[in-house]
């Protein structure tokens, strides 16, 4: 069964860089655009980053353009997530997801595989 496994999460301080990595337990995702999502308590859920199937074509965020940045190893079947400058506002369980397509979105529905999430704590 195609699993998600998000790792990396922790608690950091205003500032403080993180990287967020995403392990695919099988390279059936390599041809999927794959995403990134947050959810704060109360709050919906937030597209972060998306990456296209080949690592050709990103999105970020406007919250997050300039301090985050996505990059994916489909060797390694790996997603990872960058986040330079974290916020308290940056703190949240944050999630990677499979697209259906090829390319990315910031909408929700189009991912099918869905991780259990990472919490990500920035302390001011």
């Known amino acids: 069964q195609a699993r998600l496994r998000e790792s990396g999460g922790g608690l950091v301080q205003t500032g403080d860089s993180l990287e967020l990595s995403c392990q695919a337990s099988?390279?059936?995702?390599?041809?999927?655009?794959m995403g990134w999502f947050r959810q704060a308590p109360g709050k919906e859920r937030e597209f972060v980053a998306g990456?296209?199937?080949?690592?050709?074509?990103?999105n970020i965020a406007d919250s997050v353009k300039g301090r985050f940045s996505i990059s994916r190893d489909n060797a390694k079947n790996t997603l990872s997530l960058r986040m330079n400058d974290l916020k308290p506002e940056d703190t949240a369980t944050y999630y990677c997801?499979?697209?259906?397509?090829?390319?990315?979105?910031?909408?929700?529905?189009?991912?099918?595989?869905w991780g259990q999430g990472t919490q990500v704590t920035v302390s001011s």
């Open positions: 997801a499979a697209a259906i397509r090829a390319f990315a979105s910031s909408d929700p529905t189009a991912y099918r595989y």
């Open positions: 099988t390279r059936m995702f390599s041809n999927n655009g």
């Open positions: 990456i296209s199937w080949n690592g050709g074509s990103t």
